[in-house]
Every structure is written in structure tokens, then in C-alpha cells.
């Protein structure tokens, strides 16, 4: 079982950015693919971004070109680097490990760091 730790969320003005970090504890993180995904009220869970062990990088379309997600395994780490934020980006981020070669990672889970942009 290994824990999941997020920081970085905040409250952002429209066009800021932000960087999410997440440490992994437990296991080493180049064990895993790691992710983040995100929960605005009302609406279901998505995910954002996701890395491979390999550093291989997968973005869903409406972060893409904004959003870059890398690991440091060194650190035990992987972070979310959000750019040019939208209210639309308003969430709870949730970081995520799955010893998988998945691009949805989906195994273990943090508590969540919230975002929330205002216009």
C-alpha cells in the first residue's frame, strides 16, 4: 500500500498558473504510472494527464498544450504544471499510482488538492 500526498492547489485568478506536486511514500514511484485527475461539483471524475514509467505523457484534450505533467523519481514525485488556467479548470485534483502500463492509472488515490479559478 503506499500513500499519496498532493500540495500546490490554491486560488488563482483566470490566466495564472499553478503547480501541483505529489509525493509518493511507501514504494518507489518508478514502480508506477502515475496521474492526476480532477472532480468539479456536479460533474464526474476525469482524468487530466498521466505519465508513464517511462516518461510517456498523456493529456486529455481540454488540458492539452496547457497542462505538462513529469516525474522525478529521485524525489518520488510527479507534478502537474497548469498554465493559462479557465474557471473551467476549477476542481479537486487528485493524484494517482497504478502499477500498471495503463494511461488511466487508477490503484491508489490522495486526498485531493483543490484549484479554483477565478474569472
Known amino acids: 500500500q503506499v500513500q499519496l500526498v498532493e500540495s500546490g492547489g490554491g486560488l488563482v485568478q483566470a490566466g495564472a498558473s499553478l503547480r501541483l506536486s505529489c509525493v509518493l511514500s511507501g514504494r518507489s514511484i518508478g514502480c508506477y504510472t502515475m496521474g492526476w485527475y480532477r472532480q468539479a461539483p456536479g460533474k464526474e471524475r476525469e482524468l487530466v494527464a498521466s505519465i508513464s514509467r517511462g516518461s510517456s505523457a498523456y493529456y486529455e484534450d481540454a488540458v492539452r498544450g496547457r497542462f505538462t505533467i513529469s516525474r522525478d523519481d529521485d524525489k518520488n514525485m510527479v507534478i502537474l504544471q497548469m498554465g493559462t488556467l479557465e474557471p473551467g479548470d476549477t476542481a479537486l485534483y487528485y493524484c494517482?499510482?497504478?502499477?500498471?502500463?495503463?494511461?488511466?492509472?487508477?490503484?491508489?488515490w490522495g486526498q485531493g488538492t483543490q484549484v479554483t479559478v477565478a474569472s
Open positions: 494517482v499510482a497504478d502499477p500498471r502500463n495503463t494511461y488511466r492509472p487508477a490503484e491508489d
